[in-house]
């Protein structure tokens, strides 16, 4: 079955600087890639997701990009704001499998 | 569309009890996952159910534990002789497709925290 691996498993960065985590992924058949982010004591919430056609995604401060042949994907977020903290999670899913499997979580601080 | 529903958002148990989470899924979906979410880790995915249907149950645990969702009514994981290791976050997601992509994606209630003393 998918295996998702994430790291770092915490960030800490100054506001205002940017933010990179990253995933890796064992089964090449998977073909959907979201993004939650989970602040305290709450629900995951999709920030963004990518499909397996395209190799890069920008929704305002917030990117991800992926590689097929290298089975890894990330996400990055600009111009950090201490809104931003949070346990982020990507996932990965492909069509025959029909669920996401989770990587780990990085728990992003962003200091003032 | 109220989204996600999960009761009770809190549920405490003694050892050997049992314990029922429920889950309604938003407006429309009938594809109802499970998962489980042990404090500061990752959430693992636990059941995957259609209406009447248990489409993928891999990450259920052998013993103790199910999921049912009916024709009717929410769809409900249940533990029975509930141990401390069970203490953990518990989220339903819902669906309105079997597969995930861009277009159907996966949306998260606001999760059941249950505590075994």
């Known amino acids: 079955g998918e295996n998702v691996e994430q790291h770092p498993s915490t960030l800490s960065v100054q506001e205002g600087d940017s933010a990179v985590i990253k995933c890796t992924y064992s089964d090449s058949a998977s073909n959907y890639f979201p993004w939650y982010k989970q602040e305290l004591g709450k629900r995951p919430q999709l920030i963004i997701d990518i499909r397996s056609n395209v190799g890069e995604k920008k929704d305002q401060r917030i990117a991800v990009t992926l590689n097929k042949t290298a089975k890894h994907f990330s996400l990055h977020i600009t111009e950090t704001q201490p809104e931003d903290s949070a346990v982020y999670f990507c996932a990965a899913s492909n069509q025959g499998a029909q669920k996401l499997v989770f990587g780990q979580g990085t728990r992003l601080t962003i200091n003032p | 569309n109220a989204g996600v529903m999960q009761n009770p958002r809190h549920l405490v148990r003694r050892r050997g009890q049992e314990a029922r989470l429920r889950c309604s899924p938003m407006k429309g979906h009938s594809h109802v996952y499970w998962y489980r979410q042990l404090p500061e880790e990752g959430l693992k995915f636990m059941v995957y159910l259609q209406k009447e249907n248990i489409i993928d149950e891999s990450g259920m645990p052998k013993e103790r534990f199910s999921a049912e969702f009916p024709k009717e009514g929410p769809s409900i994981l249940r533990i029975q002789q509930v141990v401390r290791g069970d203490s953990a976050a518990y989220f339903c997601?819902?669906?309105?497709?079997?597969?995930?992509?861009?277009?159907?994606?996966?949306?998260f209630g606001a999760g059941s925290r249950l505590t075994v003393l």
């Open positions: 997601a819902s669906s309105l497709l079997p597969v995930l992509s861009g277009a159907n994606v996966l949306t």
